[in-house]
């Protein structure tokens, strides 16, 4: 496979006589490629709607489409081809190249005018839709639309996303059919073979034959004939289902395919020939994901099946080490054989034109010669890098920790050091939050890191699915866990929901009193009224109102409120009673299933903020820093499927809990489960590959201690990763050091420590003899006729004001930030702040001291004090200063807090009446002194609020 040079581009970029398979290593610049490809095509052919380009998801295609645009756009506004061949981004020689000989262009004097008459088209079929460029879900459907009542026998009246409506069918035709066989076979439970038959239907719609497999049928007290007998039968139920399915216009992202599938292989030839006029050429992106049903249908539709006699019209990019969505059908071995791949010309690219060579040393160390398919990388960075090295953390044992099992205590451990080597980076190397992702290979266990990132004033961007949503949210797991006791069962999980999350640090107070002492009777009420007269969605709605969950999950957390929204708009669809919704719930919120194959959500926010999120969902993103911890997870899933196929051999198995093997007899089955144990190690590797090549200038390994990684971590991971450990260099971060975390806020920059070390000489009290160095100091909170010089500074003449405001100040300063606990404890603290205030000022006055409890007591069972603690708090006591007209203006911020995901309030204590207005002066140097924290994290609106302890009331600037 000869590697893709410059010299060699133009020719790739001519070829429009053969299929071409062009594998691209991670970082290869294979997006440039396949849009450089699609722009020799559209000035190629006669239709720019001709040309088609199938992505792996809609960002993909998005991207892809809007590189396209681009050169089109830059063809259009050039003034001839030698002004093209000066723009570095656009390799004009080599599409120029494929343009010479190609009709209408050969020995033409108008040759430029008609390219950028070409491009004028192309660019307008782009912007009316009429050129394709998308995922293969997408194309497939706009065939079907096409052909409607050939392909589906009607038109689509529904679409269902989850597939459940299928499920449905198959559930209600086939029930007494599975119920009676598996009381005829005898050791097979009934729920065993609901299992076999969704396994058949989830297989069937990516391309497994129902009739004519090759089976190996095996089970302990079952002949192999019974079983082939059985197995005829669920064929016919789910041929059954899908016919019904389909007669109601139903289609989900499965069936599109399947379907379609169906229709090309069977739809006469005229037919067939109609639907390829319409493809001049097909682009197809991320081949090492397509499934073979797909690759079968793009065979089909580029003439290389059917026995057509017209070739070429293909160009495929893909990489056989970055397939990790074998859940979904992908399957490498398959698509990459050679066989299928004879007629092919086929080219590589090597170079990784996006990490550093230190990077790509430690890639290759880790998988040349291990991973099948694996190429050597070179390192051809495009520019200069500010650091090209592999940290090495190694994590020392955790200590058992009370009430908490060792493995979760060892990840909160791990996930303070990776907050502390965060703010290491951010400091020492100049890394922005944005700069940096933490990759995890499973999300099970992602809100500890969530939690303690967030609790060092870290900002955190959570890309995620809903399931990874539901499944880390404590709000919802709550929901379920009540829902579940409304109905008066208690199963297993929720013993195991209690047991991981009963102890988490935030969670405590009224919230766990509530459920403990007042949910019997209010469920006992709810068991005889809501189930009866109430939907599912009243019933949730019931619980939030009941148990506070609303509240609660804003203050738990970033992603809690959304995850409760998801939940609550599953209750209002869900259909059936209020047992089928939770059901439903926990299949949700399922932490043992395969990968989530959505789309990612939306991040509640953006900006400056370190990236959350799985390799999956981090699959064709980069990242200057990659910080890869959760080894402990990557342990690979157990297989407990009935049904095991292999495509590349059409070989499929039936196994069920209690073979027996030694009367097993064929070792078929006993080779197919081990086969299929290989791919799922290979495909470990080939994520811990997708991860590691995210990585631009720097990869931080979080190593677990060897006394928790024997038993739970993937042997084929560490050992990939101690190959390439001669690469790496230890890495002590500020935990291990012993240095103390900077807890609540984002370093400061060098420019606002050098403020605050000014702060911080300026003399206590004003001398007349004393010339004061410049800058001059000047308070935030000073009234506005303060002038620039330094104002009357702290005496032992207080009045009773100021002595209450500074002894409320210290209370609120130091008093848990939850109702519960700042409403049981505040005492205690007022006490410690009386006895070191008199100790400051030689005694304080009874007045001063009841005065303060009666304020600190009437604010802290206000309305006002709940709402501000159910908020995000982001930091108190910071103090600020910035440059002004030669003056230092400085100040301390009382408290600050998220009033919405990107909105930051900097809210300002008073202990006597006061408003917004008095205090603009102090609330406008605050916003000014933060602006530049605003911006490292990424917060799009900076408030400033006044709030009065007297009247618990506050007022926004």
């Not at 997408?138 to 459940?164: I, M, W």
């Not at 009437?858 to 930091?875: H, V």
Request: aromatic share 8%; charged share 30%; with cysteine.
């Amino acid at each position: 496979m000869p590697a893709i040079t410059t010299d060699r581009l133009g020719d790739i970029l001519a070829d429009f006589d053969r299929p071409i398979l062009v594998r691209a290593c991670a970082g290869s610049g294979k997006t440039r490629l396949l849009a450089a490809k699609c722009l020799a095509a559209l000035l190629r052919f006669d239709r720019a709607a001709g040309v088609v380009a199938i992505t792996f998801t809609e960002k993909a295609g998005q991207e892809l489409k809007d590189r396209v645009r681009f050169f089109l756009q830059t063809i259009l506004e050039a003034a001839g081809e030698k002004e093209l061949e000066l723009k570095e981004q656009l390799p004009w020689a080599e599409i120029s190249q494929a343009l010479r000989l190609a009709r209408p262009y050969e020995k033409r004097a108008n040759r430029w005018s008609l390219i950028q008459e070409k491009a004028l088209d192309a660019r307008r079929a782009l912007l009316e839709q009429r050129l394709f460029v998308g995922t293969i879900h997408g194309f497939a459907k706009k065939l079907l639309d096409r052909y409607p009542l050939e392909a589906l026998g009607g038109f689509l009246e529904h679409f269902d996303p989850s597939g459940r409506l299928l499920e449905e069918i198959l559930e209600r035709c086939s029930s007494p059919t599975l119920a009676q066989t598996a009381l005829d076979l005898g050791g097979v439970s009934f729920k065993q073979m609901g299992d076999w038959h969704r396994e058949m239907l989830r297989l069937t719609k990516r391309g497994m034959p129902l009739k004519g497999a090759h089976l190996t049928l095996i089970n302990a007290r079952s002949p192999d004939k019974a079983m082939e007998l059985v197995w005829d039968k669920l064929t016919q139920l789910l041929e059954r289902a899908l016919q019904e399915s389909r007669s109601l216009g139903h289609l989900d992202y499965d069936l599109i395919l399947m379907w379609l599938s169906r229709f090309l292989e069977t739809c006469d030839d005229a037919t067939l020939r109609e639907i390829r006029s319409g493809i001049s050429y097909l682009l197809l992106d991320e081949l090492q994901d397509t499934d073979p049903l797909q690759m079968g249908i793009i065979e089909i539709l580029c003439g290389l099946r059917r026995g057509s006699a017209r070739g070429g019209g293909l160009f495929m990019v893909g990489d056989h080490c970055q397939s990790i969505y074998s859940f979904r059908g992908a399957s490498p071995e398959l698509i990459f054989d050679e066989k299928r791949l004879a007629s092919f010309e086929k080219w590589s690219l090597s170079g990784n034109k996006r990490s550093g060579a230190g990077l790509v040393g430690f890639v290759n160390a880790a998988f040349q010669d291990h991973l099948e398919g694996y190429k050597f990388m070179k390192s051809v960075p495009l520019r200069e890098k500010r650091a090209d090295q592999i940290l090495w953390h190694r994590a020392a044992a955790p200590a058992a920790d009370e009430g908490e099992p060792l493995k979760d205590s060892y990840r909160r451990d791990e996930a303070r050091h990776v907050a502390g080597a965060i703010r290491a980076l951010e400091r020492e190397k100049n890394f922005q939050w944005r700069d940096m992702a933490i990759l995890m290979r499973k999300m099970s266990h992602g809100w500890i890191y969530l939690e303690e990132l967030s609790k060092s004033g870290i900002p955190v961007v959570f890309n995620s699915s809903e399931r990874e949503l539901l499944s880390m949210s404590l709000a919802v797991r709550v929901l379920a866990w009540l829902g579940v006791d409304l109905l008066g069962t208690h199963p297993l999980q929720c013993e195991q929901f209690f047991k991981q999350f009963g102890n988490r640090r935030d969670v405590t107070g009224d919230f766990w009193d509530c459920i403990l002492h007042e949910r019997v009777s209010w469920m006992a009420q709810q068991r005889q009224e809501s189930l009866i007269r109430k939907s599912n969605g009243r019933i949730m709605d019931d619980i939030i109102a009941q148990f506070g969950l609303r509240r609660a999950a804003a203050r738990w957390g970033l992603a809690e409120p959304q995850a409760l929204s998801s939940a609550e708009a599953l209750a209002w669809s869900a259909p059936g009673d209020w047992a089928h919704y939770i059901e439903k719930l926990w299949m949700k919120m399922d932490l043992s299933a395969q990968e989530d194959d959505e789309e990612p959500a939306e991040a509640p926010w953006d900006g400056d903020g370190v990236r959350l999120m799985t390799i999956h969902k981090a699959k064709g993103l980069q990242f200057p820093v990659v910080i890869l911890p959760g080894l402990l997870d990557w342990g690979t899933r157990p297989d407990h499927q009935h049904l095991l196929w292999d495509p590349v051999t059409g070989r499929a198995g039936v196994l069920f809990d209690g073979v027996d093997r030694a009367r097993a007899g064929d070792d078929s089955l006993i080779l197919l489960k081990k086969k299929n144990k290989e791919q799922r190690d290979i495909e470990e590797l080939r994520i811990l590959y997708v991860a590691l090549t995210r990585a631009e200038e720097a990869i931080l390994v979080m190593e677990p201690p060897a006394s928790l990684r024997r038993s739970a971590t993937s042997k084929i991971i560490l050992d990939a990763l101690e190959r390439a450990r001669g690469h790496a260099e230890d890495y002590a971060c500020p935990s291990c050091r012993g240095e103390e975390a900077k807890a609540d806020m984002p370093a400061l920059s060098s420019d606002d420590q050098a403020l605050l070390d000014c702060l911080k000489r300026m003399p206590i009290e004003k001398d007349e003899d004393q010339t004061l160095p410049l800058p001059a100091l000047r308070y935030a909170s000073e009234k506005e006729t303060a002038t620039e010089s330094l104002p009357d500074q702290v005496s032992t003449d207080f009045t009773e004001a100021r002595l209450t405001g500074e002894l409320a100040h210290a209370v609120l300063e130091k008093i848990p930030w939850s109702v519960q606990e700042s409403r049981s404890g505040w005492r205690l603290v007022h006490e410690q702040a009386l006895k070191a205030l008199a100790g400051r000022q030689g005694g304080v006055s009874s007045q001063v001291a009841s005065r303060a409890r009666q304020v600190i007591g009437n604010f802290l069972g206000s309305d006002l004090w709940a709402r501000l603690t159910s908020k995000k708090l982001i930091a108190r006591e910071l103090p600020v200063a910035y440059l002004k007209n030669g003056a230092l203006i400085a100040g301390r911020v009382d408290v600050i807090y998220e009033d919405e995901p990107g909105v930051m309030i900097v809210a300002d204590y008073k202990t006597s009446a006061a408003s917004a207005q008095s205090h603009s002066r102090q609330g406008e140097a605050y916003l000014e002194a933060l602006s530049g924290f605003a911006g490292r994290a990424g917060v799009k609106r900076v408030i400033f609020e006044v709030i009065s302890l007297a009247d618990a009331r506050s007022w926004r600037l």
